[in-house]
């Protein structure tokens, strides 16, 4: 079995693109969640907007409660 060198450089190149890419998906769940809000503030159904932004139902939901006072 052979063993390769540890190649420090590619490692961290290795490590910042993941957190690139975490980042990035962060970014599109937080959008794809602005949207829903938006749409049930605009007085669309929970049902439709789960349906248009791919959430649960139960997200969409949730995000209603919370725009409750």
Known sequence: MLLTEYNPKKHIRQEREEAREEGREEGRQEGIERTAVN???????????????????????????????
């Not at 649960?56 to 409750?68: A, F, G």
Request: aromatic share 0%.
């Open 39 to 69: 749409m049930l503030q605009d007085g669309m159904s929970p049902e439709k907007v789960a349906q248009l932004t791919g959430l649960t139902i139960e997200q969409v939901k949730k995000r209603e409660t919370e725009l409750s006072p």
